[in-house]
C-alpha cells in the first residue's frame, strides 16, 4: 500500500468513527418516542413482490463491487497502535526508527505506526480507544495533560505529573519542535508502559536524518 492510499484509509477510518459517534449521540440525545397508530391494513401480495424487488437490487449490486470496499476500514490495523503527529518526512524518520526497533528488540506485541495530521482527528481517535501510544509536541502533549488526558508513562514514580506523563527526545532548544512519548488514558496502558521502558533502555536514541525538518 502507497503512502497516499495508508492516509487516505487512514482518514476515512477516522470519518467513519466520527460519523459512527455522531449518529450515537444524536440517538441518544432524541430518542423517537413509541408510536400509537393503529396497525396498518394487511398488505397485499403485489407489495410483497415490490419489496422483494427493491431489496434484491442493491444486493445484486453490491456484489459486483470491489471486494476491499465491503472490508471495514478498522481491519487495516492489527494490535497496538503508536500516532505520530507531524509532517509526512518526520513521520517516514519516525516509522523507520521505531520499527527498526521494535524488530531488534523481538518485542511479541505486534504494533501499528500511524500518522495523524490533524489534532482533532487524534483527539477523537483516542476518546474512541484507538491509540495506545503517542509521539507528539511537548505542546500538545501538555494540552492533553491538562485536560487529563495522559497516563503516567512509569506507574511505579510519583504519579500523573508531567514529568511523568511526557518524555521528550532531546532537551527543549530555541526554534526547534521537542517530540516526545506519552500514553493516553484511553489506550492498552500496560502495553504502552512496557514498549516506552523498552525503546528508553534498549533502543538507540532518535536521531533525525534532517534534523533542518524538525525546526519551526
Same mark, same amino acid.
Given at each position: 500500500?502507497?503512502?497516499?492510499?495508508?492516509?487516505?484509509?487512514?482518514?476515512?477510518?477516522?470519518?467513519?468513527?466520527?460519523?459512527?459517534? #455522531?449518529?450515537?449521540?444524536?440517538?441518544?440525545?432524541?430518542?423517537?418516542?413509541?408510536?400509537?397508530?393503529?396497525?396498518?391494513?394487511?398488505?397485499?401480495?403485489?407489495?410483497?413482490?415490490?419489496?422483494?424487488?427493491?431489496?434484491?437490487?442493491?444486493?445484486?449490486?453490491?456484489?459486483?463491487?470491489?471486494?476491499?470496499?465491503?472490508?471495514?476500514?478498522?481491519?487495516?490495523?492489527?494490535?497496538?497502535?503508536?500516532?505520530?503527529?507531524?509532517?509526512?518526512? #518526520?513521520?517516514?524518520?519516525?516509522?523507520?526508527?521505531?520499527?527498526?526497533?521494535?524488530?531488534?528488540?523481538?518485542?511479541?506485541?505486534?504494533?501499528?505506526?500511524?500518522?495523524?495530521?490533524?489534532?482533532?482527528?487524534?483527539?477523537?481517535?483516542?476518546?474512541?480507544?484507538?491509540?495506545?501510544?503517542?509521539?507528539?509536541?511537548?505542546?500538545?502533549?501538555?494540552?492533553?495533560?491538562?485536560?487529563?488526558?495522559?497516563?503516567?508513562?512509569?506507574?511505579?514514580?510519583?504519579?500523573?505529573?508531567? #514529568?511523568?506523563? =511526557?518524555?521528550?527526545?532531546?532537551?527543549?532548544?530555541? =526554534?526547534?519542535?521537542?517530540?516526545?512519548?506519552?500514553?493516553?488514558?484511553?489506550?492498552?496502558?500496560? #502495553?504502552?508502559?512496557?514498549?516506552?521502558?523498552?525503546?528508553?533502555?534498549?533502543?538507540?536514541?532518535?536521531?533525525?536524518?534532517?534534523?533542518?525538518?524538525?525546526?519551526?
Amino acid at each position: 500500500m502507497s503512502y497516499r492510499d495508508h492516509l487516505e484509509a487512514q482518514k476515512k477510518y477516522i470519518r467513519t468513527k466520527k460519523e459512527a459517534r #455522531e449518529a450515537k449521540r444524536d440517538k441518544e440525545q432524541n430518542p423517537r418516542p413509541p408510536r400509537l397508530d393503529p396497525p396498518p391494513a394487511p398488505m397485499s401480495p403485489w407489495s410483497f413482490l415490490l419489496i422483494g424487488a427493491l431489496l434484491f437490487v442493491p444486493l445484486v449490486i453490491l456484489v459486483w463491487l470491489p471486494f476491499q470496499s465491503l472490508v471495514p476500514t478498522q481491519s487495516i490495523y492489527d494490535g497496538h497502535l503508536i500516532w505520530f503527529l507531524g509532517t509526512e518526512t #518526520e513521520y517516514y524518520d519516525i516509522k523507520n526508527w521505531l520499527e527498526s526497533e521494535i524488530l531488534a528488540n523481538d518485542l511479541q506485541t505486534e504494533w501499528s505506526v500511524l500518522h495523524a495530521t490533524n489534532r482533532s482527528d487524534l483527539v477523537d481517535m483516542l476518546r474512541a480507544g484507538d491509540g495506545d501510544l503517542l509521539i507528539i509536541q511537548d505542546d500538545f502533549a501538555h494540552d492533553l495533560y491538562l485536560g487529563q488526558g495522559l497516563a503516567p508513562l512509569l506507574d511505579k514514580l510519583e504519579g500523573a505529573t508531567w #514529568e511523568n506523563c =511526557f518524555a521528550p527526545f532531546w532537551e527543549t532548544q530555541s =526554534f526547534r519542535k521537542t517530540y516526545g512519548w506519552a500514553i493516553p488514558v484511553t489506550g492498552n496502558i500496560e #502495553e504502552a508502559r512496557h514498549l516506552f521502558t523498552v525503546m528508553r533502555q534498549f533502543a538507540l536514541p532518535f536521531m533525525p536524518e534532517q534534523p533542518t525538518l524538525l525546526s519551526l
